[in-house]
């Protein structure tokens, strides 16, 4: 979502960092690029006249001009002015000691928030958390049936009362339930509307006086731009929520939102939905989010997926086969699965500081070109996935016709990976490559 706003900061960044001496017009010109950079990204106007008063404040005098490196500083100045503006530290959900924690889902409808339930059960779920969903949202029609889908595919139990029409009864009915059963978490998913009117808000305050929730959470759509600003204010006028979550940040809206509501509101964004899976929902961190928007990375994130996909023993059996020449493709195909379920692959290459810049004018990367080599190698023997050699012309022309994929296709996979291995033989043996060389056999 933040590809163009990045693009435009990491260009100014990228020229005060080439300076090994900043002038005030300098200075001066970098803070109207900032302005204009945000304001283009659809940051709210005051947001902005405020974010650039404070950069240069902080710039202003001898922190710049006296340092030993002042475009670093600069680059610096903005990083932390970034993740000041998005909420300074991420911030947790509070949980009860004793009892089931309540979290109340509030947002208009078409936000995601039903969607956004689910994801977040599956998420604290990993937490070894007992997670329930009521399903309090009785005016759009088959919002309750979805919930029960979702909670399905999520684990999570759904408490739903067919036929009652009273939201606040089911929710104090599905607190009961979830005390009864020893629930760890309730979410409840409440009723949204096209625009933010008084009937909503009547129904939302009744539903939270009954169930008392830790925490409130007000779902909002980052597509919606500016406009998501506007409801997150009129939501805290009425219903003091206490945290945000926004949805589609990895659509291509401009990232005014999620740039905005902290500062407007005061309410700290606190999950981010990364993508239409249950399982593509992450908490949010101001300071890794400002360090991806100016292209240096976010290896702590990148660190924390992997550590859940793969484990101590996966990793020695992976360097035990590489070192003896026993990777093959059905492990190929294991750990390629193991990394797609970690997120879309271009996500998971700008949190490697400097792919996002390396990677702009690609395009994104085709997740579909992954469904297509998945395809192959299930359509291969167990021997062949062992011994690509054994793949020879007509082997090829079935592997393509079960795959639904081309002869060309299954040739271009058996001699990348013929190539890999060749690479990996190399490198377990300490002689890695030279740059020609490796270019010469990529050809």
């Not at 690029?33 to 283009?40: D, Y």
């Not at 005051?46 to 950069?55: E, G, M, P, Q, W």
């Not at 139990?157 to 607190?175: C, F, H, I, N, R």
């Not at 360090?291 to 035990?320: C, H, N, W």
Request: proline residues 3%; contains cysteine; charged residues 30%.
């Amino acid at each position: 979502m933040f590809d163009q706003l990045s693009e435009r900061l990491q260009g100014v960044m990228g020229e005060i960092r080439s300076r090994g001496k900043l002038s005030e017009d300098d200075v001066n010109k970098a803070l109207r690029e900032v302005r204009l950079a945000l304001l283009e990204a659809d940051v709210n106007f005051k947001v902005v006249k405020d974010f650039t008063a404070s950069l240069r404040e902080r710039l202003a005098g001898a922190e710049v001009s006296e340092a030993l490196n002042p475009g670093q500083t600069v680059v610096k100045a903005v990083n932390d002015e970034l993740t000041e503006l998005m909420g300074g530290a991420g911030r947790e959900l509070a949980f009860t000691q004793a009892g089931p924690t309540v979290i109340l889902m509030a947002g208009l409808q078409g936000s995601g928030k039903t969607t956004a339930c689910a994801k977040l059960a599956k998420l604290l779920a990993k937490d070894g958390k007992s997670v329930a969903l009521a399903a309090c949202d009785l005016q759009r029609p088959a919002a309750v049936e979805q919930l029960q889908k979702l909670g399905a595919e999520a684990k999570a139990e759904v408490y739903s009362q067919p036929g009652e029409t009273d939201a606040v009864k089911v929710a104090s009915w599905a607190l009961e339930q979830a005390k009864a059963e020893g629930r760890d978490v309730l979410i409840v998913d409440t009723a949204g509307r096209l625009h933010v009117d008084q009937e909503l808000m009547d129904e939302l305050a009744a539903v939270r006086k009954a169930t008392k929730p830790m925490n409130v959470l007000l779902t909002l759509d980052a597509m919606t731009g500016q406009d998501a600003v506007n409801v997150a204010e009129r939501f805290a006028e009425v219903a003091d929520f206490d945290g945000v979550l926004i949805t589609k940040l990895d659509g291509d809206a401009r990232g005014g939102a999620a740039l905005s509501v902290r500062a407007v509101t005061g309410k700290p964004i606190v999950y981010g939905s990364t993508g239409e899976k249950l399982d593509e929902l992450e908490r949010f961190h101001p300071d890794r989010m400002a360090g991806r928007i100016l292209g240096m990375g976010d290896v702590v994130s990148l660190i924390e997926k992997t550590e859940e996909e793969f484990d101590a023993d996966q990793a020695a059996d992976l360097e035990r086969k590489i070192r003896k020449q026993q990777f093959t493709l059905e492990d190929f195909l294991t750990q390629m699965k193991q990394v797609r379920r970690m997120g879309p692959l271009g996500n998971l290459m700008k949190m490697v500081p400097g792919m996002g810049k390396a990677m702009q004018g690609m395009g994104q990367i085709d997740e579909r070109d992954l469904d297509r080599i998945e395809a192959i190698i299930y359509s291969m023997t167990p021997q062949e996935r062992a011994n690509p050699e054994l793949i020879n012309g007509s082997r090829r022309k079935r592997i393509a016709a079960g795959s639904g994929t081309t002869i060309q296709a299954v040739n271009r996979l058996v001699k990348q990976f013929g190539q890999m291995r060749k690479m990996m033989k190399q490198l377990s043996s300490g002689k890695m490559p030279s740059p020609e060389q490796m270019l010469k056999g990529a050809r």
